[in-house]
């Protein structure tokens, strides 16, 4: 099926005289007839609900149409994209690993590695993204157990290179996770360029009306964790009766422990009533992806020709530095998110704000709904400089979500509001 379909159809498949949409199962635990069953399903040695911390049945349907979206051999949903990150790096890193990081992502997730996971006593390195080959290279280390990259980062709009990344991740013997929250796999599909693990908000596009908060891991089945760096993986697993996760579960073996292990442990389970939201969403993902895109490219083809615009930063400008990848990688369009800076600097930043008017000021990104925000005095405000340099943000920079509305309206409201200023 093309990828459209599989928005659409792919991931639940109703049997006879059963509920044609995924139904909300807003049960958090599951009925058996008897004990010796329930504790094969303790075991892994049975497959089945039971509960709703490790799955349940709306929450794998979602999953498995995720998994198809972005090609992979399964899915797990979390509370929040924050707890995709979380896991996608806590399933293979422990204490005493370390990560090379592309400094160029979400604030949030840089908090997270570099506050919260340094302080469970992994190690970080962060590359910026125009270091060259061999510096990516010499940022690796004897105890490097992953890569974490965006495929388009928020805010700053760049585009990694993950046919680079995936070739340098493997020849040291580790795998690349990508955070593909800004393209979705309708616009990109980071397994088909090498990536192992994709982590999404679906907070963002994937929801894309900003009702559900949401994450996803997917697994590409493809990352061999037997070369001896993952013991976790390779020796028995004490707490499943001694399960060999690479032996019992084969191509699915990370995407497995996430769910008995790190999911059962940590328990930053989705909401069965939010996957159910999510997958509202998911059914017109590509249409919205479409127009998202078409409407950014003519705002920032409009900014780009205004007087009053110092910048403008799209990957789909012909003039943006990341125009090439951005047609290698993401030939129908990167994503609804543009930056600029206004001139005059952070005050005249601000008069636009506050002149704006069907556009609103939110700290969300990519939903229906365009919306603006101002990184340096709101989610990167923690940020010292050096670091607010390192991920691209500079202090006038104003990040727009181009919404879904008609753009000759979206327009408009920004014109009038720089006549303003
Ligand atoms: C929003 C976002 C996150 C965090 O997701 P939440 O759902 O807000 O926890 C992670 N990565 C990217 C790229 C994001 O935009």
Known sequence: ???????VQAGYEPKNGESRVIPIIQSTTF????????????????????????????????????????????????A??????????????????????????????????????????????????????????????????AVFVESVSNPSLDVADVELYAKLAHAHGVPLIVDNTFPTPVNFRPFEWGADIVVHSTSKYMDGHAVALGGVVVDSGNFDWTNGKYPAFTEPDESYHGVIYTEKFGKAAYITKAVTHMMRDYGPQQSPQNAFLLNLGLETLFLRMERHCSNALKVAKFLESNDKIDWVNYPGLESNKYYGLCQKYMPNGSCGVISFGVKGGREKAMQFMNNLDMIKLVIHVADARTCALHPASTTHRQLNDQQLEDCGVKPNLIRMSVGIEYVDDIIADIKQALDKI
Do not use: W
């Open 1 to 7: 099926m093309h990828i459209n379909t599989k928005c």
């Open 31 to 78: 009925k058996y007839d008897s004990a010796e069953t329930l504790g094969k399903l303790f075991d892994l040695e049975e497959d089945g609900f039971f509960y709703t911390r490790l799955t349940n049945p709306t929450l794998s349907a979602v999953a498995a149409k995720i998994a198809a979206l972005e090609g992979g051999v399964g899915a797990m949903l979390t």
């Open 80 to 145: 929040s994209g924050q707890s995709a990150s979380m896991i996608s790096i806590t399933n293979i890193c422990h204490a005493g690993d370390h990560v090379v990081c592309a400094s160029a992502i979400y604030g949030g997730t840089f908090n997270l590695f570099n506050k919260s996971l340094r302080e469970l006593g992994m190690d970080f390195t962060f590359v910026t993204p125009d270091s060259t080959e061999d510096e990516i290279n010499a940022a690796f280390q004897e105890n490097t157990r």
